[in-house]
Each structure stands twice: as C-alpha cells, then as structure tokens.
C-alpha cells in the first residue's frame, strides 16, 4: 500500500507539480497512512509541506489550508507535542471565525480542538473560558442529548472539578448523567443502538458524577452512582478491569465514610483478589 501511495505521489509531482490539486490531496494521503504505521517522522515532513503548498497556492486563510494547518495540529497534539499544536490550532480558529464566524460547525470544531489541546497542558483557566460559551452555543443549536454537547459537558466538568469549582463541575456532570440514563431507559424499550456501549457512557457519567459528590463529602448521594458505575464496567469490560477495580475502590471508601465497615471491606478486598 505505502509502494502504492509513494508512486501516485511521485507520478503527480512529475505530470502536474507539487502544488497541484492532486498532488496535494496524495501527499495528504500518504502522510495519513504514515502516521497509522508509525512512520511519524516522515508522516510530519508530509503534512508540513501539504501545508506550506496549499498556503502558497490558496493564501494563509482559505479553507483548504487551513484544514492543511488542522491536520498538523492534530498530528502534532497526537505526538504529545501540545505546546506546538497549540500555535496552529490557534491560527486555523483565529482564521475560521474571522471567515465563517463563530457558530459556524468548522469554527465551533476548531474551538473545541484547541479547548482540549488547552486543557492537555494544564491551561485550565484558558481552556475553561473557550470550553464555556462553547458548550452554550452547542447546546442552543444541538439540543442537550447530541454527542458532542455532552462531550463539551464531561470535559468542562473535569476542568472545573480540578479548579476546585465543585458546585460548577456538579452541575455538567449532572446534564450528562441525566442525558445518559434517559438514553439509557429509552433504549430498553425501543431496543436501538448498542446496549454495550450505553452501558460503558452511562457508567462513565456516573462515575465522573460519584467523584465529584465525594469530593464534597457527600458520601451518601456518590454510593449509588458508584454502584451503578461498578454494574456498568463489569458488563463493558471485566471483574478485574481497571475501570472496575477503581470504582470498587471508591464505593468502598463511600461505604467507609458513611459506617458500613463490613461491606467497605468486602469491596475492599475484591480489589486486592
């Protein structure tokens, strides 16, 4: 396949240039297919230079370059080099809202790109500040169940609950959990979508949900959701995944908190076996 890729890109650059259309849109492939088999170095060199082509043939701002400039950032991001996708993903925003404005779907993906990258290198006040009246636009245009909505939702609860902002981090963990277990019920009636995978989303709320309650000593009001976090990851995943094994933990320690000594160390010892 990459013998395949190399040739087509070379029998472009040869018949129509290294600038053309075509040979673009191979070099964009090929660096693709380098990156998924771990060839990064010359994967990086390939989206550089469908970057620097299109910048030169389009100008810094048109759409297609920028999706060059998008697919470096998250190349790069994906290096764990974040400080240098940051740059970019701040380039291709700032370009974007200035020419599509801000609700438009390309803008609003951009800002939740660099939201994320944000949030990967501790810049959590930043982040938060673009993350915000992102989720409330996605919201207002989506509705509150669509993915990407509680998506938005779970990542703001996390920066918030890290700042200390429990009641904040609360309140979105609240908005998915809901969503979830509403989604959830429905899918037991009408039997759509994959019963395994609303399991591990809803499980997943829950769990986000139970820590933040713990965190402010609400021991009693976590139990349950922990409960339902364990039942969810053992159906997902396994007795003995980790995801399990760390709910158990915190229900234990819920359990603890609120005197049932014996059961604390009955779930205790399930994480030890």
């Known amino acids: 396949v990459k013998s395949f890729w190399?040739?087509?890109?070379?029998?472009?650059?040869?018949?129509?240039?290294?600038?053309?259309?075509?040979?673009?849109?191979?070099?964009?492939?090929?660096?693709?297919?380098?990156?998924s088999s771990g060839k990064m170095a010359e994967a990086e060199e390939l989206f550089r230079r469908a970057f620097a082509s299109r910048g030169r043939v389009f100008g810094e701002s048109h759409e297609?370059?920028?999706?060059?400039?998008?697919?470096?950032?998250?190349?790069?991001?994906?290096?764990?080099?974040?400080s240098e996708a940051l740059r970019f993903y701040r380039q291709v925003l700032s370009a974007r809202s200035q020419s599509l404005g801000d609700n438009d779907v390309k803008t609003l993906e951009s800002s939740y790109n660099l939201a994320v990258c944000l949030a990967d290198q501790d810049e959590t006040d930043e982040a938060v500040s673009i993350f915000l009246p992102?989720?409330?636009?996605?919201?207002?245009?989506?509705g509150p169940d669509d993915e990407w909505v509680l998506s938005c939702a779970?990542?703001?609860?996390?920066?918030?609950?890290?700042?200390?902002?429990?009641?904040a981090a609360e309140a979105m963990f609240r908005r998915v959990y809901g969503s979830r277990a509403n989604a959830s019920a429905a899918n037991e009636g009408d039997g759509e979508g994959d019963p395994q995978e609303m399991?591990?989303?809803?499980?997943?709320?829950?769990?986000?949900l139970a820590i933040c309650l713990a965190q402010q000593g609400r021991s009693s009001e976590a139990e349950p959701l922990f409960f339902g976090a364990v039942q969810g990851y053992m159906i997902t995943y396994s007795p003995d995944d980790a995801y399990t094994l760390d709910a158990v933990f915190n229900l234990?320690?819920?359990?603890?908190?609120?005197?049932?000594?014996?059961?604390?160390?009955?779930?205790?010892?399930?994480?030890?076996?």
């Open 6 to 35: 190399r040739k087509a890109l070379a029998d472009s650059q040869q018949a129509f240039g290294e600038d053309a259309a075509v040979t673009l849109s191979y070099t964009d492939d090929l660096a693709i297919f380098l990156e």
């Open 64 to 82: 297609e370059t920028l999706r060059s400039c998008s697919n470096l950032a998250v190349f790069l991001d994906n290096e764990d080099r974040g």
């Open 134 to 142: 992102l989720f409330q636009s996605l919201e207002q245009q989506l």
């Open 154 to 167: 779970d990542k703001l609860g996390e920066l918030l609950k890290d700042a200390g902002q429990l009641e």
């Open 199 to 208: 399991h591990r989303k809803l499980a997943d709320a829950a769990y986000n």
């Open 252 to 273: 234990a320690a819920c359990l603890e908190a609120g005197g049932f000594l014996q059961d604390a160390a009955r779930f205790y010892e399930a994480t030890i076996r």
